[in-house]
């Protein structure tokens, strides 16, 4: 008996829990393909160098995590005017980034504003006159 009343209990916990999950997956917005993309930090930007030389160096290297962890390691070696170069390509992405990001949303706010007030005028236009179409019958007769 209290083999089969946990069972039934666990069996709804499981749905609430599934219904949550829902629900949270389902409140995500959904992503813009038009955003531009976040820029590399200094590391990444160095990662992308790396990776080419390691390739070059290791052609039989077919391991993701093996590349990653020697890059993170040397990039730990290296001093500070080192990484110097890096970080300055890295911010000089960060700076282009910023200026494509102040445009996308300068035409994200410029343009969708009067996109919705079109659609929505669009709409209850036709709904309008739609209903007057309905009514007029309906009072002629």
Partial sequence: MKGGKSKTKADTTLGVRKKAMESKK???AA????K???????????MEEFRKT???KHPGNKSVAVVGKAGGDKWKQLTDDEKAPYQAKAEKRKAEYQKNMDAYNKKLA???AEDDESDKSKSEVHDDDEDDDGSEEGDDD
């Avoid at 992503?31 to 038009?34: I, R, S, T, V, Y």
């Avoid at 531009?36 to 160095?46: Q, T």
């Fill in 36 to 46: 531009p993309k976040r820029p590399p930090s200094a590391f990444f930007v160095f």
């Fill in 54 to 56: 390691y390739k070059e």
């Fill in 26 to 28: 389902s409140k995500k």
């Fill in 110 to 112: 410029g343009g969708d």
């Fill in 31 to 34: 992503k813009d393909p038009n």
